[in-house]
T-cell receptor, first 115, second 115 residues
């Protein structure tokens, strides 16, 4: 158990709809990362938050948005869903400090299916 | 931009034999390199990292990786494979400076260990 909790584990929805994925990081971790894993694109970095502020942005579509709340949990909002958005969405968190630099702890993912 | 390449989609090895999963990198400056493993229906788990120091890095579950600057490689190795090592393995590089702990992952190599 990584200590990172993601909900829901599975989600099935229709094109055009909007969903919210939730992530609770490990206790004490200030950084949260969102990744998308699909068969054709592999593991793609979407966005990172650090203590409530956006820290880095990757290949995140304009239809997607994220935020990190004061209690450090994060939400990824996906709107106007398309079939191609079907994927496994991972949240990861990391401890601060150079000793642990780059060691991410991943949740088990939220599998999104868009029909 | 930092990147890593995993040239093999799949590696097959017999149990008890040594295994190698290949990774090459392209970075500006000194590389921060990582290996992660993903078991079916699970999130990624950290195996090991190279930041600086000894070129041979030891990690979890008996895995090790050899950093080779002249060949820009960071191959994952294990002296004696187990069936339970069968999983998807990802090489990753950390963006720096200024990239926080964001990791860019390779496309993954499926390791299959057979009896």
């Amino acid at each position: 158990d990584s200590g990172v909790t993601q909900t829901p584990k599975h989600l099935i929805t229709a094109t055009g709809q909007r969903v919210t994925l939730r992530c609770s990081p490990r206790s004490g971790d200030l950084s949260v990362y969102w990744y998308q894993q699909s068969l054709d694109q592999g593991l793609q970095f979407l966005i990172q938050y650090y203590n409530g502020e956006e820290r880095a942005k990757g290949n995140i579509l304009e239809r997607f948005s994220a935020q990190q709340f004061p209690d450090l949990h994060s939400e990824l909002n996906l709107s106007s869903l398309e079939l191609g958005d079907s994927a496994l969405y991972f949240c990861a968190s990391s401890a601060t400090g150079t000793a642990n630099a780059g060691e991410l702890f991943f949740g088990e993912g939220s599998r999104l299916t868009v029909l | 931009a930092q990147s890593v390449a995993q040239p093999e989609d799949q590696v097959n090895v017999a149990e008890g034999n040594p295994l190698t999963v290949k990774c090459t990198y392209s970075v500006s400056g000194n590389p921060y390199l990582f290996w992660y493993v993903q078991y079916p229906n699970r999130g990624l788990q950290f195996l090991l990292k190279y930041i600086t120091g000894d070129n041979l890095v030891k990690g979890s579950y008996g895995f090790e990786a050899e950093f080779n600057k002249s060949q820009t490689s960071f191959h994952l190795k294990k002296p004696s494979a187990l069936v339970s090592d069968s999983a998807l393995y990802f090489c990753a590089v950390r963006d720096h400076p200024g990239g926080g702990n964001k990791l860019t992952f390779g496309t993954g190599t499926q390791l299959k260990v057979e009896l």
